[in-house]
């Protein structure tokens, strides 16, 4: 372990990371996720880093098959990215039990190769929090020495779509017997799509899906000649047809295209994260007995976190006006 004095301090845990070490990686992550002061220390030493890798985004209805799928792309895609990370996203679950699990045993495969990292992102589904904490652990990823990020992500709703805007590729995934599964995937969702993938191909109703999906694009006004990929993953027909069709978008994407994947859409939109970032290093460090008192009411029920949220907001303003005053005297 190099260096990796204590769990505790950003500054080492750092330098493991970008010594590569899964296990600073895995920690790093988790201080991110959870938000602690150290987590913010890091996302905020690491902002830019995912610049250094290639993304790709994977989302469709669940049980599509976009685990299977990312795991039987994983090979292929080995001999052209070095080191791979995947990263589960589930916008739509707090804690997101099952998908988890079956996420891990479908890359099982995977998991011993130490040029393969695997993470499911327990997402707190806060507004604005799943794209920020993705972002952060992208940035970690390329910080790690990722030459790819593939990003899963679950649900087929507006966070959804958040998710998929800061990868540079992104991958819609369906399959025949999902039930509805086209009412699954909403507005939104297939206009960010750079490649469409009809999974499952082995089973019989895939043709009709995949007209299905053609008829879709026709009815929201896109080229209907745009392709959509048949692949199995049981069968393995397709693969990689997949594998070089995203590599290929890849190269095809320009360094300003890669660069904006890591922009937030408007100069607001970066106010707002900074804001967010600098409350939440305040509230987690600042001592403050109304903040204590906000945390406790919160605690037993006698806030919600909504009603916190906002007194909270009120405490960081009279904060902010007190260390402005102290500067001006
Ligand atoms: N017949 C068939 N089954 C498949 C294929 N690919 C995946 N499956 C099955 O579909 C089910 C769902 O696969 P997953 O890879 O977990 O799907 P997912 O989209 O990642 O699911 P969530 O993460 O839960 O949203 C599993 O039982 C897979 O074995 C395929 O090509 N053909
Ligand atoms: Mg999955």
Redesign the pocket.
């Known amino acids: 372990m190099t260096g990796l004095r204590s769990e505790r301090d950003a500054a080492s845990l750092l330098e493991a990371v970008r010594q590569r070490e899964p296990l600073a990686i895995a920690r790093a992550i988790t201080a991110i996720e959870n938000r602690t002061a150290i987590g913010t220390e890091l996302a905020v030493a690491v902002r830019g880093c995912g610049r250094a890798c290639r993304t790709v985004g994977v989302t469709?209805?669940?049980?599509?098959?976009?685990?299977?799928?990312i795991n039987a792309l994983m090979q292929d895609l080995l001999t052209r990215y070095a080191r791979i990370a995947v990263i589960?996203v589930d916008p739509s679950s707090p804690i997101s039990g099952g998908?988890v699990l079956?996420?891990r045993v479908?890359m099982a495969a995977h998991s011993a190769n130490p040029d393969v990292f695997i993470r499911s992102l327990a997402t707190r589904g806060h507004l604005g929090g799943v794209t920020r904490t993705t972002r952060s652990v992208l940035d970690l990823l390329g910080a790690g020495g990722m030459e790819l990020v593939i990003v899963?992500t679950?649900g087929t709703g507006q966070s959804e779509v958040e998710v998929a805007e800061l990868t540079e590729v992104k991958v819609v995934?369906c399959?025949p017997g999902l039930g509805d599964e086209m009412q699954a995937i909403k507005a939104g969702v297939l206009e960010i799509a750079d490649l469409l993938v009809v999974?499952?191909?082995?089973?019989p109703d895939a043709a009709r899906t995949s007209a299905h999906l053609k008829a879709m694009l026709h009815h929201r006004g896109h080229d209907e000649r745009r392709s959509i990929l048949s692949?199995?993953?049981?069968s393995n027909d397709g693969v990689r047809a997949l594998a070089d069709a995203i590599s290929g978008r890849l190269n095809d994407c320009s360094p300003q295209a890669q660069a904006a994947a890591f922009q937030p859409a408007s100069p607001r939109a970066m106010l707002a994260v900074d804001v967010a970032e600098a409350a939440a290093a305040l509230v987690l460090d600042a001592s403050d007995s109304r903040l204590d008192a906000i945390v406790e009411d919160v605690k037993h029920g006698n806030l919600s976190r909504h009603q916190g949220t906002r007194a909270a907001i009120s405490v960081l303003a009279e904060l902010a006006g007190d260390i402005q005053a102290r500067s001006r005297s």
């Open positions: 469709g209805p669940p049980g599509a098959g976009k685990s299977s799928l589960t998908a079956g996420d479908r899963e679950v995934v399959a999974n499952k191909a082995d089973l692949v199995s993953v049981v």
